[in-house]
């Protein structure tokens, strides 16, 4: 058996980089240090069933084809489609990213990830009102108020409170014992569990008690007696405690993205941050879910100026979620033909969007079978990112790491796939003109 | 493949040619006594050639520079460009993409430019950025003057160790040179503070400014670096600053110069000097200090400035000044974003509207053409706008325009900006005009002469690489000072622009990529056995307070398509 040191994680935006896999016979058979999920992802658990030859859809049925035919066939769905749409991205690397928006320019396509349905609102604040952020290592090393809002860490980015929280840090050498934690969440979980305040509001409020947070910190008082079920004392004690933070850091998640106000509540939140900084130090950061959707925002701006939903329908990118999104695109009926890379949309969009998925042709680049696999009409499967291939990824904060190969599986990265899906897409565009 | 340039003006400083009509002939990249007669030839008749330009000081790439683009849609917006056969889609005014960055570069003549702030634990990210960026030639300045590192080091006074882990320290992030930017200054701003002045020592670290740039001084010169320390001064932007500056200046004075790779004197290279050469104590009774930094610099041997022009438009401002760009926001009202990264540095993006009929941005654009004009020796200053923070790198032309032209600056003062321009400052009583030479001298020989690249950039003697400017603007025939408007458009779109001996623009379009641009690098070894100790200690801390492993740091050589290594002290 042979151990391989230093992996990096490829399933959450927390990018763990200490993973030790045990390797057999060209498998990964065991880790060390990572969570239970990332464990999971690293060994194939039951009941993935993964692909490793193309296929196409034929009389309804998924068979076995050989690469060029699937790639023929991707690359003329992208070229003849009036209106196509490359949505996902979010669990490859960058290289594969980049290659993605030079094939989108060419396809003339609309390319999305999966931000569009996810810290989508947090990028629309940010455009706002600003993003005052920091790496991981300054709230190791100096947080002393943490927020947790809207958020289940425990769950859903498993090791995040191990490192940021529990771990002990330069300035904080004892770790948990030097922080104060606090969750906001309308649950109870088991994140908040392990708080020293849980701010239980109610649901959809998010924007209420942020507000209200925001008016006694610039010096009003409250004239109810409880906004969003919070009581007003409790407010004023949490007020109290983050401006008086030698360093605080909130981070928040789909539960204040995603509920009423959208990214209203972000903006409030960051403006929160903002005004917190008159009297401590404050940032934020915004838990991101997959482990390289952060990555795709940083290429896809590198390359065309924006983040997501980038329209080249004209050849100059154009920008403007709400019609260029991927599901403003599927539930309008607009797009005709649409790539699915890294991603299952076929298992996360509402079903309007997955109606028009259903009668539009899709090509899926995914190494397992998913739900949009079932929908799809040709399926590439990949080598996995930080398994199987190498490439980087960006941490939920923006630290870029590499992904290290630790197995061979044979199969063709995605920036490879792509590569070949861009060279056709020119010939047929070429013999078109 | 080989070229001849026929016919044309030449204008190269470092060889001492000043406006002679002679022929330029180019051999595999590089540029050559003779070709054969085969050779391409290009007619250059009545028209400029000069070096390729060379950004000393830029932000094109890295984690700031895209927070710049994402934050700022609407900056994206109004300028966008479309596919175009060999052409990238892309968009950006202030800070555009990266593919329009090489381009809006090569088109305006410049083939060389310096990322001038990389976090080291964001290295890859510049990196990656270099990757997409085509054409230009460039490489990335390392922050080390907040370095938990070098101030624990210069804390106990190890130069040896400061060196040794210098010396790492670049080799892993692939970096250029030694930047300070607010020395003590960005790590009080982890804790939501700052320093004033060079005196005023970080929180629990417990070393001044003074004490950073003294340090790190010396150790550059330790390991023969081919650039001098690059220095972002204390106190950028306030009114009274020109203090600091000048003790800061003062402080490597004396320091012997010793560079392994090139020829330059000076062992201080101070960076958008003129955000830092203001006098009064507030905004209302701020006046422009400009004469006194320039009669500093006049009378100093030991320092290269950089200028930091404002150009008037709507920017994006973007630094490792974490707490100065808190105190624009707080000033401006505008968005503001904000990375604090661990052990290191930190930074800022700030949206700033430089309009020419507000007081104080008419007043800094007076303030930096002083400097331009009060400092003697164009071999001792350089032309930047610290793009995109005083002004796009796309308005190099104009600020060109306005250095040769007095009465292009006089309709400036009287038609078009605020009177504060000539309250507040002496612009207006300023005739100077710069000459070709000497704009060739600030946008070529100078930058790549300090930068330790003057071997092979800058110039257009044997053995420079052939990347090479054609303007169509005929000396002989047309007068810079009159025809300003000329002058500018002729520079803003080159006739023709070699990279590495190929033609990469003609009449103002890029119409090859060419190869990729080098990524300059220095790789120094200061001491072998002291080195492994070192990083054997910042391993250790690593572990401990790091968020990434040790063995994940570096960054590989996957991500330099065109590694070019340039040597200090190899023991």
Known sequence: MELVKNVVCPFCGTLCDDIICKVEDNEIVGTKNACRIGHSKFVHAEGAERYRKPLMRKSGELVEVSMDEAIDKAATILAESKRPLMYGWSCTECDAQAVGVELAEEARAVIDNTASVCHGPSVLALQDVGYPICTFGEVKNRADVVVYWGCNPMHAHPRHLSRNVFGRGFFRDRGRPDRTLIVVDPRKSDSSKLADIHLQLDFNKDYELLDAMRAVLLGHEILYDEVAGIPREKIYEVVDALKNAQFGILFFGMGITHSRGKHRNIDTAIMLVEDLNDSAKFTLIPMRGHYNVTGFNQVCTWESGYPYCVDFSTGTPRYNPGETGSNDLLQNKETDGMMVIASDPGAHFPQKALERMAEIPVIAIEPHRTPTTEMADVVIPPAIVGMETDGTAYRMEGVPIRMRKVVDSGLLPDREILKRILKKVKEIKAASK | ?571
Request: with cysteine.
């Open chain 2, 1 to 571: 493949m080989e070229h001849i340039i026929k016919n044309g003006i030449v204008y190269d400083p470092l060889n001492e040619v000043n406006g002679e009509q002679m022929d330029i002939c180019i051999k595999d990249g590089k540029i050559v006594d003779s070709v054969s007669e085969d050779a391409n030839v290009t007619d250059a008749s009545g028209q400029i050639i000069m070096p390729g330009g060379v950004d000393p000081h830029t932000h094109i790439a890295g984690a700031k520079v895209n927070v710049g683009r994402m934050i700022r849609p609407e900056d994206s917006k109004k300028d966008a460009e479309s596919l175009a056969g060999i052409k990238r889609a892309g968009s950006g005014f202030s800070v555009p993409s990266t593919f329009m960055t090489g381009y809006r570069y090569a088109k305006m003549g410049y083939t060389t430019a310096m990322e001038a702030a990389m976090p080291p634990l964001l290295a890859r990210h510049t990196h990656e950025e270099f990757v997409d960026t085509p054409i230009i030639d460039h490489a990335a300045y390392p922050l080390f003057g907040n370095n938990w590192f070098v101030m624990d080091y210069l804390k106990e006074g190890d130069l040896d160790k400061c060196a040794a882990y210098v010396s790492w320290l670049l080799k892993s992030t692939k970096g250029y040179t030694i930047k300070i930017v607010n020395p003590a200054g960005t790590e009080a701003w982890a804790w939501g503070g700052n320093v004033h002045g060079i005196n005023d020592p970080a929180p629990y670290f417990d070393v001044t400014g003074a004490d950073i740039i003294k340090g790190l001084a010396e150790v550059n010169e330790m390991l023969g670096l081919p650039h001098p320390i690059h220095l972002h001064c204390n106190d950028l932007g306030h009114p009274g600053n020109y203090e600091t500056t000048l003790a800061s200046f003062d402080i490597p004075k004396g320091i012997k110069v010793n560079p392994k790779h090139g020829s330059r004197e000076a062992v201080l290279y101070a960076t958008h000097v003129q955000f830092h050469s203001y006098g009064g104590t507030n905004w209302r009774d701020f006046v422009s200090e400009a004469p006194k930094i320039a009669d500093y610099v006049n009378k100093n041997d030991h320092i290269v400035i950089d200028v930091g022009q404002v150009t008037l438009d709507e920017t994006t401002t973007m630094t490792a000044d974490g707490p100065m760009e808190y105190d624009l926001h707080t000033l401006n009202g505008l968005k503001w974003a904000n990375c604090d990264v661990e052990l290191e540095t930190g930074s800022g993006v700030v949206p700033f509207l430089y309009s020419p009929r507000a007081p104080v941005p008419s007043a800094q654009w007076g303030v930096g053409l002083e400097l331009f004009l009060l400092v003697n020796d164009p071999g001792k200053i350089c032309l930047t706008t610290d793009s995109p923070n005083a002004g796009p790198f796309t308005r190099y032309p104009r600020v060109m325009a306005w250095l040769m032209s007095n009465r292009y600056r006089t309709d400036m003062i009287e038609n078009k900006i605020h009177k504060w321009a000539q309250r507040k400052t002496s612009i207006a009583t300023l005739d100077r005009e710069y000459s070709l030479y000497e704009i060739a001298q600030i946008s070529r020989s100078t930058p790549a002469k300090v930068l330790g690249l003057s071997d092979t950039k800058g110039h257009l003697g044997v053995g420079a690489d052939a990347d090479i400017s054609i303007f169509n603007f005929n000396p002989e025939t047309q007068d810079p000072s009159a025809d300003y408007m000329a002058v500018e458009e002729a520079l803003s779109n080159a006739s023709y622009v070699f990279k590495d001996g190929e033609i990469v623009v003609k009449d103002g379009a890029v119409v090859n990529i060419g190869i990729h641009g080098r990524t300059y690098w220095v790789n120094s070894l200061y001491d072998a056995e002291l080195e492994k100790q070192v990083e054997a200690e910042v391993e250790k801390v690593f572990k401990q307070y790091y968020s990434v492993n040790f063995a994940n740091y570096p960054v590989q050589d996957e991500y330099l398509p065109r590694s070019n290594p340039v040597n200090g002290v190899m023991e």
